[in-house]
């Protein structure tokens, strides 16, 4: 069993930046394809970014890609997600999510969910 939470969500304005934390519990979580969804008011839970368990690789919606960037810390047991240029359309619940059977950024199937963090982007 591995226990998620998530920190750093927030109200900012367009433009501005914020990083969100994802802490992970457990000793194997190097072992764990990490990612980061997000699911804005009434729109399904989608794809934002991905991070191997070396950390060496990344994957990110096109969305997002150029603006946020995933990072992990496998000594820290937390993986990161720093968030530039915020738009509106980023308004939503950021969730964390980790795959044991990932391949390298790419997760297939979500093990463990955190319960979110909102962050709030105003126009």
């Known amino acids: 069993q591995v226990q998620l939470v998530e920190s750093g969500g927030g109200l900012v304005q367009a433009g501005n930046s914020l990083r969100l934390s994802c802490a992970a519990s457990?000793?194997?979580?190097?072992?764990?394809?990490m990612g980061w969804f997000r699911q804005a008011p009434g729109k399904e839970r989608e794809f934002v970014a991905g991070?191997?368990?070396?950390?060496?690789?990344?994957y990110y919606a096109v969305s997002v890609k150029g603006r946020f960037s995933i990072s992990r810390d496998n000594a820290k047991n937390t993986v990161y997600l720093q968030m530039n240029s915020l738009k509106p359309e980023d308004t939503a619940v950021y969730y964390c999510?980790?795959?044991?059977?990932?391949?390298?950024?790419?997760?297939?199937?979500?093990?463990?969910w955190g319960k979110g963090t909102l962050v709030t982007v105003s126009s």
């Open positions: 999510a980790a795959d044991y059977n990932g391949v390298a950024a790419r997760l297939l199937s979500v093990d463990y």
């Open positions: 457990g000793r194997t979580f190097s072992s764990y394809v």
């Open positions: 991070i191997s368990r070396s950390g060496g690789s990344t």
